[in-house]
T-cell receptor
Framework: LAKTTQPISMDSYEGQEVNITCSHN???????ITWYQQFPSQGPRFIIQ???TKVTNEVASLFIPADRKSSTLSLPRVSLSDTAVYYC??????????FGAGTTVTVRA | GAVVSQHPSRVICKSGTSVKIECRSL??????MFWYRQFPKKSLMLMAT?????????EQGVEKDKFLINHASLTLSTLTVTSAHPEDSSFYIC??????????????FGPGTRLTVT
């Protein structure tokens, strides 16, 4: 399983863009990068998944450089309700996802 | 997206009794489901992989006789905590693996079950 490293916490204000970078130096050729969001006492919610370059959906963008050793989740114009723990996971065929500590994002008014 | 449900959402049981938690994929078939445990302010820990029609695969340190997993259909996996003790009190979360057209997979998580053993 590719190990991931991400910041423990980040603070932001409403309306700002939040970028969370995750390092995954040992990513395998077939691995995808997936980000999840978790609120207290809830299961993680799928945010976005990508393999290379850039992926965008209605809630976030995921930027993956050519070497794929890192990825950046971008949350545009965050609101108070975006306060949560964000997890970066790497895997596919070895599909047992291993959760790291995640990044606690706190959005303030 | 996809929907995964868990039942019950919350359960309190006495020490020594058994508790069954259900995990269902509501709008897709899942040949593989996963069970996680999460302690307060900690990350999710994978307990076992549940495969439809075959025995579950347990992670190191997880007692298979204590945490019984059954994946009887493509939409249902159950976790039974046998002879529960207070240290089994935790938040149990299941996930279901959904294939994508491009060959990748996405995992969708249930809302979790809070187990309290008194």
């Amino acid at each position: 399983l590719a190990k991931t490293t991400q910041p423990i916490s980040m603070d932001s204000y409403e309306g700002q863009e939040v970028n969370i970078t995750c390092s995954h130096n040992n990513i395998a050729t077939n691995d995808y990068i997936t980000w999840y969001q978790q609120f207290p006492s809830q299961g993680p919610r799928f945010i976005i998944q990508g393999y290379k370059t850039k992926v965008t959906n209605e809630v976030a963008s995921l930027f993956i450089p050519a070497d794929r050793k890192s990825s950046t989740l971008s949350l545009p114009r965050v609101s108070l309700s975006d306060t949560a723990v964000y997890y970066c996971l790497v895997g596919l065929y070895d599909y047992k996802l291993s959760f790291g500590a995640g990044t606690t994002v706190t959005v303030r008014a | 997206g996809a929907v995964v449900s868990q039942h019950p959402s919350r359960v309190i049981c006495k020490s020594g009794t058994s508790v069954k938690i259900e995990c269902r994929s509501l709008d897709f078939q899942a040949t593989t489901m996963f069970w996680y445990r999460q302690f307060p302010k900690k990350s999710l820990m994978l307990m076992a992989t549940s495969n439809e029609g075959s025995k579950a695969t347990y992670e190191q340190g997880v007692e298979k006789d204590k945490f019984l997993i059954n994946h009887a259909s493509l939409t249902l996996s159950t976790l039974t905590v046998t002879s529960a003790h207070p240290e089994d009190s935790s938040f149990y979360i299941c996930s279901a693996r959904k294939p994508k057209r491009e060959g990748a997979y996405e995992q969708y998580f249930g809302p979790g079950t809070r187990l309290t053993v008194t």
